[in-house]
C-alpha cells in the first residue's frame, strides 16, 4: 500500500503527530479531538471507576505479555516520541516480540501493544483487549497502527485483537492461553485504513481552527465511549431536560432538534408514555406525582415484621476466584 502524507499542523506549538487515542478521540467527535490540542484543561482527570477501568486493561495487558517470555518492553517509562521511535528501529533487529513498540508515519504516531515476529521483514500486529469480544472501535483502533506502520515501511501479515474468552472459569492460576482468544482481522482492519490519509488530513485542519468545531450534543457522546467533554457540552441542558425522559434518549433527541430542552415546554401532541407522561406533568405542576390507592393497595400486602437486606457486587475482568469467569458480578 501506498499512503500520501497528510499536511501536519503548522508550527505553531501544537503537535506534529495524532496519536492512536486522539485519532479515535476525532473519529468520535471533533470538537473533542481540538479540545484535546487547543484547551487542554477542559478534560478532566479519570474519575476512580475510569481508572479502575484503566488499570482492569493493564493487568491483562500484562497477562497478554505472558504468552510471549521472550518479548522485550520498548522504552518504559519513556516519554519522548523521537527516543521510543529509535528504541524501537534498535529492537526490531533482534527479531523477537516487542511490546509497546513505538512508530511515527506521515503525521501519525503509534504503540503496538505486542509486534510479533514472523517471516523476514514480516510483522503481526497483537492488539490486547479486556473485553469479551470486538467490538468496532478495535477495528478504527488496529486499522490505524497498521497504516501507521506500513507507511513507516514494514510489512504487516496479520492484525489481530486478543480479548478475554468469556467462557473462561477460574480453576487455579490464570492460564493465558485460555483466558485469551485470537481473532485476525487484517482483511476488516486494511479496508478501513484506506480512509484514514483524508481523515488525518481533516483532523489537523480541525486542529488548526480558531475556535472549537460547532458540533451539537447527540448519540455520538457516549458512543463508543462516554466523552470526556460530556458535561461540560451538555452544561446548557435544564435540570429537568428533554434527554431525562424515562427510557426516551431518541425521543428527546428528536426534541432537542426542534429547540425544545425543558420537559416542561414538550408539546401536547407529542406521544409520550403512561410514565414519561408522569414525568411531565410533575416538570410542569412541581408537585410530586403520588398514587395513593396503589401505594395503599401494596402496603396492605406486606407481613410485619420486615426484614430487609442489601448488598452490593463487583466483577473484575480477572477472576479473583476459583469458579468465577470474567465480570462475573460476586457479592
Given at each position: 500500500m501506498v499512503y500520501s502524507a497528510p499536511v501536519a499542523p503548522e508550527s505553531s506549538g501544537q503537535e506534529s503527530f495524532i496519536s492512536k487515542s486522539k485519532y479515535l478521540w476525532g473519529l468520535q467527535c471533533p470538537r473533542l479531538l481540538w479540545t484535546a490540542y487547543n484547551q487542554k484543561d477542559l478534560i478532566p482527570e479519570p474519575d476512580a471507576a475510569q481508572q479502575a477501568v484503566f488499570d482492569q486493561g493493564h493487568e491483562v495487558g500484562q497477562l497478554a505479555k505472558q504468552l510471549y517470555?521472550?518479548?522485550?518492553?520498548?522504552?518504559?517509562?519513556?516519554?519522548?516520541?523521537?527516543?521510543?521511535?529509535?528504541?524501537?528501529?534498535?529492537?526490531?533487529?533482534l527479531r523477537r516480540p516487542l511490546f509497546e513498540a513505538a512508530f511515527k508515519a506521515h503525521g501519525g504516531y503509534c504503540r503496538?501493544?505486542?509486534?510479533?515476529?514472523?517471516?523476514?521483514?514480516?510483522?503481526?500486529?497483537?492488539?490486547?483487549?479486556?473485553?469479551?469480544?470486538?467490538?468496532?472501535?478495535?477495528?478504527?483502533?488496529?486499522?490505524?497502527?497498521?497504516?501507521?506502520?506500513?507507511?513507516?515501511?514494514?510489512?504487516?501479515?496479520?492484525?489481530s485483537i486478543l480479548h478475554i474468552n468469556p467462557d473462561f472459569v477460574r480453576c487455579g492460576p490464570i492460564d493465558p492461553k485460555q483466558f485469551f482468544i485470537r481473532q485476525d482481522l487484517k482483511e476488516q482492519v486494511f479496508e478501513r485504513t484506506r480512509s484514514i490519509d483524508d481523515q488525518l488530513a481533516e483532523m489537523f485542519q480541525v486542529i488548526r481552527q480558531q475556535a472549537h468545531p460547532d458540533v451539537k450534543i447527540g448519540p455520538h457522546c457516549d458512543d463508543p465511549y462516554t466523552c470526556p467533554l460530556h458535561d461540560h457540552c451538555w452544561a446548557f441542558l435544564p435540570e429537568n431536560n428533554v434527554l431525562t425522559l424515562y427510557r426516551g434518549t431518541k425521543k428527546g433527541l428528536l426534541l432537542l432538534e426542534r429547540g425544545i430542552t425543558d420537559l416542561q415546554d414538550i408539546p401536547a401532541d407529542v406521544p409520550l408514555t403512561d410514565s414519561q407522561e408522569i414525568q411531565v406533568q410533575a416538570a410542569k405542576t412541581g408537585k410530586p406525582h403520588i398514587d395513593r390507592p396503589a401505594i395503599r393497595t401494596f402496603l396492605s400486602q406486606l407481613e410485619y415484621p420486615l426484614s430487609f437486606l442489601d448488598f452490593e457486587t463487583f466483577g473484575t475482568a480477572i477472576p479473583l476466584f476459583d469458579g468465577l469467569s470474567p465480570y462475573q458480578q460476586v457479592p
Open positions: 517470555p521472550d518479548g522485550i518492553e520498548i522504552g518504559e517509562g519513556v516519554l519522548d516520541l523521537e527516543e521510543t521511535v529509535r528504541l524501537t528501529d534498535q529492537a526490531m533487529n503496538v501493544d505486542i509486534l510479533v515476529p514472523r517471516r523476514t521483514y514480516e510483522w503481526d500486529i497483537v492488539e490486547v483487549k479486556s473485553t469479551t469480544s470486538v467490538k468496532e472501535v478495535h477495528l478504527h483502533d488496529l486499522a490505524f497502527q497498521a497504516w501507521v506502520l506500513t507507511s513507516a515501511g514494514n510489512r504487516i501479515q496479520r492484525c
